[in-house]
């Protein structure tokens, strides 16, 4: 089945800092990767549909200038969370489509911003 | 946009009984409908799906049904086993193009004991 990757799986960083997230397509190639964020105990909330040479799309109420997606391959979509404070902790799950419009989900990033 | 409502938000059974979980949408134009299993601080993983060509989809345990006339789909998981602890997600989406995006109900607790 097809796999996708992320990393790191957890990251402790110090508020101001930036944090970059990589989510990759291990087997197949994604034109299109979500990238989420999930409270715990909660469901996952779209953050933006990250597009293979284009601009992401992000959901409303998500900062683009603080939530930074660049897709540049095929196989490749990074999140950079920039200067991070301390209610950017949370898990951050990427997913990638395949060609039949499954989604299929990293195993996530837990951040945690001190 | 597209909002899914997913009941009960906690489940308990007994081993062996049945457990079922119902959703329901309100954009008639989604035609895609995943269901995801999500462990204690792992990924979630799809289960089964349901297009909206189809009414009914079965594997082994884990079936789906969908009324499109009514807007709703529901999980039935018979003969529950321990190991089907976990929260399940169902999700909604119009697939095809930009509009892969998944909107997810909120999460069902389900409890199986032994």
């Known amino acids: 089945g097809a796999v996708v990757s992320q990393h790191p799986s957890r990251v402790i960083c110090k508020s101001g800092t930036s944090v970059k997230i990589e989510c990759r397509s291990l087997d197949f190639q994604a034109t299109t990767m979500f990238w989420y964020r999930q409270f715990p105990k909660k469901s996952l909330m779209l953050m933006a549909t990250?597009?293979?040479?284009?601009?992401?799309?992000?959901e409303q109420g998500v900062e683009k200038d603080k939530f930074l997606i660049n897709h540049a391959s095929l196989t490749l979509s990074t999140l950079t969370v920039t200067s991070a404070h301390p209610e950017d902790s949370s898990f951050y799950i990427c997913?990638?489509?395949?060609?039949?419009?499954?989604?299929?989900f990293g195993p996530g990033t837990r951040l945690t911003v001190t | 946009g597209e909002n899914v409502e997913q009941h009960p938000s906690t489940l308990s059974v007994q081993e062996g009984d049945s457990a079922v979980i119902k959703c329901t949408y309100s954009d008639s134009a989604s035609n895609y409908f995943p269901w995801y299993k999500q462990e204690l601080g792992k990924r979630p993983q799809l289960i089964i799906d349901?297009?909206?060509?189809?009414g009914e989809k079965k594997d082994q345990r884990i079936a789906v049904t969908l009324n499109k006339t009514a807007k709703h789909f529901s999980l039935h998981i018979t003969e529950t086993q321990p190991e089907d602890s976990a929260v399940y997600f169902c999700?909604?989406?119009?697939?095809?193009?930009?509009?892969?995006?998944?909107?997810f109900g909120k999460g069902t607790l389900l409890t199986v004991n032994p």
């Open positions: 349901i297009r909206s060509n189809v």
């Open positions: 997913s990638a489509t395949d060609s039949n419009y499954e989604q299929y």
């Open positions: 999700a909604a989406s119009m697939g095809g193009g930009s509009n892969y995006k998944l909107t």
């Open positions: 990250s597009n293979e040479g284009s601009k992401a799309t992000y």
